[in-house]
Structure formats: structure tokens, C-alpha cells
């Protein structure tokens, strides 16, 4: 595989980002892939960049932090760069300006891109003096992740910052921690005489910067018998100093110079409350030294309050002396609190967290053609369906089909007589059936009629379908309201969550689809409510335990042949896609093998009917419409009690070899 690594920041300036970036190259190399780095350029690069290309860019120091550095380059040129390297999958190591200009290079090579979010900017943002621009880099901040096919954050508290600015598909993915270099064996009793004289060793080691907080550690000051030890550089190590002047600043440290320094503290601290995860507390956990951080950020996924560390409360520096003052003052638990904290990071290797990279990698490019597929997006993308239990198809003994007239199976007359359908939901019937075991048929209804809407639905479907009692029951409607002129999609949603609801309560499973739009080009004045509606059923699936057929999941219908001559319903190859996913999500055995095998068998379709789309279709729709007509009027369902369907198990008698599929 080739992987692409963009990175806002990056040698020689080292922080956090760069420290994963590299460990990233390690393992991707380690493994066999071909990675390239590319990166602002702020100096010369003498480091192992292990096998990686480079492609290092012109760039500009932030004014207020000369050591962050900001790339101009154009899209243009990114993609031309990213174009001759033809990567598989692009990294957006902590994106922002580079970031955005990476995902769009991504979108426009129909690459996926994973973007790992590692800085909180609007937090940055308000540190640094720009606190009225805090709303729009959150705005951009939300945007660049919502375009990004996969974004990985590193705890539950980033996670959270992300679902509020609208981010959807985000996947946890943390640190790793080199716990063979942070050791308690790296304790130097001569480093911590010569820093500390006999004293209690209280130290922060991270960058020295103003969203880290580190004047915080004033209120540590005078504590008796504890000296601070303040690990790194950054702006305002002058300020600090001025601040903090019996304190012992080591300056920037460094590999084992920097293990040895933790390993030698007998208590870490680390007050800042805008760390998306906080490496510096994991290597003080590794190295087998109690932490004490604010009770905010990343330090909620790591530090075990009471068990290897204390949380306090977030500003509260008397909260934050008496947690020290607790720790240097008791030696049994300051022990028991480091041995907890050593074995707490077992198993955080970056060995494991790269092998968890190359997962996400994986599903970010099984996501991008699915967004590739797509029409329009709304507040949410769809997902990879989620594998489903083997047995579960087999469970089922009754299943009743409720829609319009995409699960009546209008246009869908394959070996069908004259005027009548077959249709997703009869096909998904027969496999439910050939997937049951013993003798006993499947039961089954298709309450749906054409031209239906929720509120028919609703009002004249449900019922019937909870005399009925079905184990299934599918539900696949909505479209003939979005594309009305006041469609209100929040209203649809509410009741079809409603009608949900009530079948879960009854005892039914419900098997949610999403609705699909043609791809044509009147379709774009009604995407932007098909995707939010697809967005309200998944939401809707999740809330209510129901399984989500979601037709922006499937590719396959994008492709004109899934489509039938009038344009606007699905082909017998669109129904038969539809039947076997819903067949795979309900765990039906070889459902996407047997999906591929009658695709086969029916290469050739039936010949469109004579006449132009105009005469056959439109005008007899635009005529109705006109006298308030819809091509529903007068029809009932076509099975409104339920008929028996034979498994595989019972001979069917005059059939043709493939007439079950």
C-alpha cells in the first residue's frame, strides 16, 4: 500500500504531532508499504524518516508562535505531488491549512483520506488573542473532518468536540507509548539529587506555550519539601520562569535524557484543559510515576482517578495543591499509585496502535466509494454495513413488507405475467425462505401499494401489519413525499420513528431502508432531502435497535442499468441488488455470493416497452397529477394476508432450475 502523510507541523520543530508522524512511518515501513511525508519546510532534516519520500513545503512562521509553521501551497500543486505518487489512502496528521488543501487533492484523485485529529485550534485560537475568530476556525475545523472519509480521534473527549461541530464517522484511535524507553528502571538517583537536593521531585514536562497552562503550577510553588522540575520549551518559558523562579527549567529534552527525567519525578503533573489526549501523561504513566491533571481533555481516558493518579476539578488550583500535597505526603500510595500506573499503559504499544492505523486504513478506502456513489450529503454519510449473525435469516418465520411502490416492485417484471411485479421485498421473501430450516414456511405479506406516503403508511399499513404479528416487518418509504413541494423532512422522520417504535414495542425486528435517488439530472433538486432524511433513519436505527438497509451503501445502484426505463424506479438488477443486501444484513447464508450469481443469469433484461419516455411516462404522470390523481388510486395490496413460502428443504414442484432466485 501507499500512504501519503500530511502534516501541519514537522522536523526539526518536535511535538506532538510529529513524535506520531514518525512513529506512523516506522510502522508502515516495518510492514512493507511505501510512504511519503509531505510537510512545511523550517530547516534542514537530518533525522531517519525510515524509507519515506519527502516532499517538504514552502512555508511561513505563525507570527505569535514562530515554531508552528503555515504552508501557502496551491491544490494544484498538492495534487500533481499526490497524483505521481498514487497513494492508496492519504493521512491528514492534525490537518488545518495544509489539511484542507489535502482533502481536497483527495477528493479530486477519489482517494480516501483519514484525517487524525490531534489539536484543539479553536482552544489555540483563543489562547493566542484571536478569541473572535474562535467560531469560524471551529466552523472550518467541523468542515474539514465532515469531508474527510474517516476522521480518527484520540479519546472520548475529543470524540465529543467532533460530534459537536457535526463530524460524523469518527473512529477512536489513541497513542501509542514506547514503554521499553519510558521505564521505571530510568529513576537516576544522582539526577534527582542534583535537581531536587533531597526534595520531592514535582514536574510537567510538554511545551511551554499558553494553552498548556503551565502557570498553574504556582499554586505548587511552596509546598514544603517539593521542588518543580519544568521539562521543555516553547514562548513562554521567559514569562514562566519570571513566574516559577525556585523552579528547575531543564529546557528541551529528548529520547533518554527525557526518560530519565520522568522516570525521576516522584509526582507529573499536567494542568492544561485542551489536550485532545496528552502524551506527556502516558509517559509519565509508563514510567511509572502518579499523574495529577485537570479533570478535562485527554487525561479523563487515561488517569484512573485514586487508582494510578488524581483528576482535579478543571481551574481549581486549591484542588489541584491538595492532590500534590496528598501524593508527596503519603509514600504506600504513592507506590501503589505507580505500580497501577505502569500497568495501566501494557499493551498501548505503537506495534498495536499502528496495526489499529492500517484497520482504519482499510475501512476509509472500503468507505470511499460509497461516497464517490453519492448524489449529495447530509448530516451524516452512510457506513459499511455491520457483519450480521449467521442465524439470524434462519430465525425468521414471518415477514411483512410495508411501502410505496418501490416494494410493490413496480418495473420489476421478470418472469412475471402481464401487469404483474416481483420487487425487492418478494425476492428477499424467497431467500428468507430457501435460508429457513426444517419444513416450515415462511409467512408472508407485501402490505405496499404505489403512490403511498408516510401518513398512509401510518394510518392504513401499520395497522394491518401489527394484526399480523411478523417476526420482520420492512419498512421503505418516504420518497414520494421528499419530492413534493413542502416536503418537511424532521416531521417525515418523527413518524416513521413513531411507526418504529410501535412495531419494536409489538415484538417485530424492522429492517429501516433508506430511499434512493436516480442518477439523473433533475435529481439535484432533491438531494439535499433525501440526504438529510437518509441521515434522520440511521439515527433512527440506532435509537430504536431496528437493522439499516442504507441505499447510499451500495454503489451498485448508482449504475444506470439498476435503473428501469420510466427513471424514476429501480430495475429487476436494482431489485435484485437491494434483495440480496437486505439479505446479507439480515444473515442470510452466501447472500452476496448468491447476489453475484443471478446478476449472471440475467445479463439480458427485458426489452423496454415501445414508445418514447415522454409518452409512456411522463405525460400520464404529469395528467394525474393534474386532476389530483395518483397511479395508486383504487389499487390494494397485492399480498394483504400472509401467503406461505416454502424453504429449500421442500420440493417445488414444475419449477425452473433459477425461478426461486
Not at 98 to 115: F, H, N, Y
Given at each position: ?18 513524535g ?6 516506522r ?39 514562530p ?6 501551497a ?89 460530534e ?27 539526577w534527582r ?33 517539593v521542588?518543580l522540575?519544568?521539562?521543555?520549551e ?18 528541551f ?7 530519565r ?9 499536567h ?29 479523563l ?10 483528576l ?5 488550583l ?28 501494557r ?70 405475467p ?102 439523473r439530472?433533475?435529481?439535484?433538486l ?6 438529510r432524511y ?21 454503489p451498485?445502484?448508482?449504475d ?49 416497452p ?16 393534474l ?35
Amino acid at each position: 500500500m501507499r500512504v501519503a502523510l500530511l502534516a501541519e507541523s514537522f522536523l526539526p520543530h518536535m511535538n506532538g504531532v510529529t513524535g506520531s508522524v514518525l512513529h506512523v512511518l516506522r510502522h508502515l515501513r516495518a510492514q512493507g508499504h511505501e510512504t511519503l511525508v509531505i510537510a512545511p519546510r523550517a530547516g534542514e532534516v537530518d533525522a531517519d524518516l525510515h524509507g519515506a519520500r519527502s516532499a517538504l513545503l514552502r512555508s511561513v512562521p505563525l507570527p505569535s508562535y514562530p515554531e508552528v509553521r503555515v504552508v501557502f501551497a496551491r491544490t494544484a500543486t498538492l495534487t500533481r505531488i499526490l497524483r505521481e505518487f498514487g497513494p492508496d489512502v492519504i493521512h491528514l496528521a492534525s490537518p488545518f491549512v495544509l489539511g484542507w488543501q489535502g482533502v481536497q487533492a483527495a477528493d479530486a484523485l477519489r482517494v480516501p483520506s483519514v484525517a487524525v485529529y490531534q489539536t484543539d485550534v479553536t482552544a489555540y485560537a483563543q489562547k493566542y488573542g484571536v478569541a473572535g475568530a474562535a467560531p469560524f476556525v471551529g466552523a472550518h475545523v467541523g468542515r474539514l473532518h465532515r469531508r474527510a472519509t474517516l476522521t480518527l480521534a484520540p479519546s472520548s473527549s475529543a470524540r465529543a468536540q467532533l460530534e459537536g461541530l457535526g463530524v460524523d464517522r469518527i473512529r477512536t484511535w489513541a497513542r501509542g507509548v514506547d514503554a521499553e524507553r519510558f521505564t521505571p528502571e530510568r529513576r537516576d538517583d544522582l539526577w534527582r539529587a542534583r535537581a531536587g537536593g533531597g526534595r520531592m521531585l514535582v514536574g510537567y514536562a510538554g511545551r511551554l506555550a499558553a494553552e498548556k497552562q503551565v502557570e498553574d503550577l504556582r499554586a505548587l510553588a511552596d509546598l514544603p519539601g517539593v521542588r518543580l522540575v519544568v521539562i521543555g520549551e516553547g514562548p513562554a518559558r521567559a514569562r514562566l520562569e519570571e513566574l516559577l523562579p525556585d523552579a528547575l527549567f531543564t529546557g528541551f529534552l529528548g529520547g533518554e535524557a527525557l526518560a530519565r527525567a520522568l522516570a525521576s519525578l516522584d509526582v507529573f503533573v499536567h494542568p492544561g484543559e485542551h489536550e485532545t489526549f496528552c502524551q506527556g501523561v502516558q509517559e509519565a504513566l509508563a514510567s511509572g510515576v502518579p499523574v495529577v491533571a485537570t479533570g478535562r481533555g485527554g487525561p479523563l481516558d487515561l488517569v484512573r482517578s485514586s487508582i494510578d493518579g488524581w483528576l482535579y476539578r478543571p481551574g481549581d488550583l486549591g484542588d489541584l495543591r491538595s492532590r500534590v500535597a496528598d501524593l508527596v505526603g503519603d509514600e504506600a500510595k504513592r507506590a501503589a499509585f505507580a505500580r497501577a500506573a505502569r500497568e495501566s499503559v501494557r499493551g498501548r504499544t505503537w506495534a498495536a496502535l499502528g496495526d489499529q492505523l492500517l484497520g482504519h486504513y482499510a475501512e476509509a478506502r472500503a468507505l470511499r466509494p460509497l461516497d464517490d456513489a453519492r448524489l449529495g450529503r447530509g448530516l451524516e454519510r452512510p457506513a459499511l454495513p455491520v457483519p450480521p449473525s449467521p442465524s439470524s435469516g434462519r430465525r425468521c418465520a414471518s415477514f411483512v413488507a410495508l411501502g410505496d411502490s418501490l416494494t410493490e416492485g413496480l418495473c420489476d417484471t421478470s418472469r412475471m405475467p402481464p401487469g404483474q411485479y416481483c420487487g425487492w421485498a418478494d425476492r428477499l421473501a424467497q431467500l428468507l425462505a430457501h435460508a429457513r430450516e426444517g419444513d416450515t414456511p415462511l409467512a408472508y405479506a407485501n402490505l405496499a401499494v404505489r403512490s403511498r406516503r408516510v401518513r398512509d403508511l401510518v394510518d392504513e399499513q401499520l395497522p394491518m401489519a401489527l394484526a399480523l404479528r411478523p417476526d420482520l416487518v420492512s419498512v421503505f418509504i418516504g420518497a414520494n413525499d421528499l419530492v413534493g413541494p413542502r416536503a418537511d423532512v424532521a416531521a417525515l422522520a418523527a413518524e416513521v420513528a413513531s411507526a418504529v417504535r410501535t412495531l419494536r414495542a409489538a415484538g417485530s425486528q424492522v429492517l429501516l431502508v433508506t430511499p434512493v435517488l436516480p442518477r439523473r439530472r433533475a435529481s439535484v433538486l432533491f438531494v439535499r432531502r433525501f440526504a438529510r432524511y437518509s441521515s434522520a433513519l440511521r439515527r433512527i436505527s440506532r435509537e430504536t435497535g431496528c437493522l439499516l438497509l442504507d441505499a447510499e451503501a451500495m454503489p451498485e445502484l448508482a449504475d444506470p442499468s439498476a435503473w428501469a426505463d420510466d427513471r424514476v424506479h429501480l430495475s429487476a438488477r436494482g431489485h435484485r441488488v437491494l434483495a440480496y443486501r437486505a439479505a446479507d444484513v439480515l444473515g442470510v447464508p452466501d447472500a452476496d455470493a448468491l447476489g453475484g450469481l443471478d446478476d449472471a443469469f440475467h445479463a439480458v433484461e427485458d426489452a423496454p416497452p415501445e414508445g418514447s419516455w415522454l409518452r409512456v411516462h411522463a405525460l400520464p404522470w404529469v395528467w394525474r397529477r393534474l386532476r389530483g390523481r395518483t397511479a395508486g388510486d383504487g389499487l390494494g395490496p397485492k399480498h394483504n394476508a400472509l401467503i406461505a413460502l416454502p424453504p429449500r428443504s421442500m420440493k417445488v414442484r414444475d419449477a425452473e432450475p433459477h425461478d426461486s432466485l
